[in-house]
């Protein structure tokens, strides 16, 4: 049976967005992993239900995550915190020169969310160059390898 990777993703000048296309195109070489892209201001536990692993990518925005993402995670919690999902997850976050800020409150949330972190936090500053692009291309062919092995 198929497997699904969701990526719940907030850009707002194109950055973190060029990194999740590049994701995305990676993850859909896989013939067995299914990838959704979930707009963070249309929140739904259906995201979040109906996948495996989820990836959160967010621009850092006054050392936080977007706000966005935030709301995602607002209008998701108490169904969650009900469902207890415990899925695994990846966060993802475009910066101008930090980003440590928007993954650790990234994280918090997560405690409370009862999901668990299985890949190293993927933090590019800057606009995101053709390498960057390549690796996360590639990171996605690895997340749907790993998925569909029982890996995460
Ligand atoms: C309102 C605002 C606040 C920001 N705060 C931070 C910050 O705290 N740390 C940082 O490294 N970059 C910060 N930046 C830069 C963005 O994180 C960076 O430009 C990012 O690539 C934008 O992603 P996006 O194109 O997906 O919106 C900020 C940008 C804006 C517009």
Redesign the pocket.
């Known amino acids: 049976m198929a497997k699904h990777i969701h990526i719940v993703w ?10 999740v296309k590049a994701l995305y195109d990676g993850i859909s070489h896989s013939e067995t992993v299914n990838c959704r892209l979930i707009d963070a201001l249309n929140p739904s536990i259906e995201a979040l239900t109906e996948a495996d692993f989820i990836v959160f ?8 995550m ?1 706000g966005g993402l935030k709301h995602f995670f607002d209008e998701t919690y108490y169904e969650v915190e009900e469902l207890q999902l415990a899925l695994p997850y990846c966060a993802v ?7 440590t ?2 993954a650790r409150e990234i994280h918090r949330i997560m405690t409370g969310y009862g999901f668990h972190k299985v890949v190293e936090d993927q933090i ?5 160059s053709p390498n960057d692009l390549k690796a996360f291309t590639e990171l996605g062919i690895a997340l749907a390898e790993g998925l569909s092995l029982g890996i995460y």
């Not at 907030?10 to 990194?19: C, R």
């Not at 590019?124 to 995101?128: A, H, L, V």
């Open positions: 907030h850009s707002k000048t194109g950055n973190t967005a060029a990194l990518a967010t621009p850092e925005n006054f050392g936080y977007s976050i475009s910066a101008g020169n930090d980003g800020g928007a590019i500053k800057g606009t995101p």
